[in-house]
């Protein structure tokens, strides 16, 4: 694998994976195929819930409906590693802001392909864009192919923003958060309601304050500045 450093964390990035893709190409043993992105929540939860020291994530093009699927997995770790890191691309916060109050802590900035490096001994992987692989996630544990990745994690990791820097409104407290992820479900004020265990009117009232908060203008704006994220 080559070292990156030349260029812009970006940049390096893009040329780790060039590296990755040639093996991926070559079937080069160093590098798996996992499965479909689609059906790969179960194999990164598994993995994460093995990480002992660090688990560090970096997406692209990511959505609240991702993310909560991706807690809704996590919900049996007792609690994350000591080192985790979130670093999302601005593009998906600035679309999605809500992201923002639903991601612990995260960092943001221009993130072209996706990583996950976990203990620094294991990495998820993008397959290559416009091959038969561009929709599979593959993984390495060899050390060649793990601290390049990581370095190239870092380069990005070092010149991230705090989300915060990029999203002008405040963080959501955690029930307004359940209340977005509920009207993604399509869920009705009474609905809502008897999820949160409180009266339909409290329940309209933190609708009412999301679609402010938004400035979305009405329920059915708000739904899909919601959903906003997705592709």
Do not use: C
């Not at 093009?61 to 991702?66: I, K, V």
């Amino acid at each position: 694998m080559t070292r990156q450093g030349t260029t812009s964390p970006a940049q390096d990035l893009r040329a780790f994976y060039d590296a990755v893709w040639d093996l991926m190409a070559e079937k080069d043993p160093r590098v798996r195929p996992v499965g479909h992105y689609s059906g790969i929540d179960v194999s990164i939860a598994e993995r994460v819930a093995r990480a002992e020291r660090s688990t560090w994530n970096m997406q692209r093009n990511t959505s609240l409906r991702a993310w909560r699927s991706g807690l809704e997995l996590g919900r049996g770790r007792e609690r994350p590693p000591a080192d985790h890191r979130i670093v999302l691309d601005t593009a998906s916060v600035l679309t999605a802001p809500v992201l923002a109050s639903v991601v612990p802590q995260p960092l943001v900035t221009d993130v072209p392909l996706p990583l996950f490096v976990t203990d620094r001994s294991h990495v998820f992987l993008a397959g290559a864009d416009g091959t038969p692989d561009a929709y599979t996630v593959w993984e390495s544990e060899h050390p060649d192919v793990v601290d390049a990745a990581t370095e190239a994690y870092l380069g990005v990791w070092r010149v991230a923003v705090p989300a915060s820097d990029v999203v002008d409104r405040p963080r959501l407290s955690a029930p307004l958060v359940e209340v977005a992820f509920l009207l993604l479900d399509g869920s009705s004020d009474q609905e809502i309601a008897q999820r949160l265990g409180t009266s339909e009117r409290t329940a309209s009232n933190h609708v009412r304050r999301l679609v402010d908060w938004a400035d979305a203008g009405s329920r059915g704006r708000l739904i899909a500045l919601l959903a906003g994220g997705e592709t």
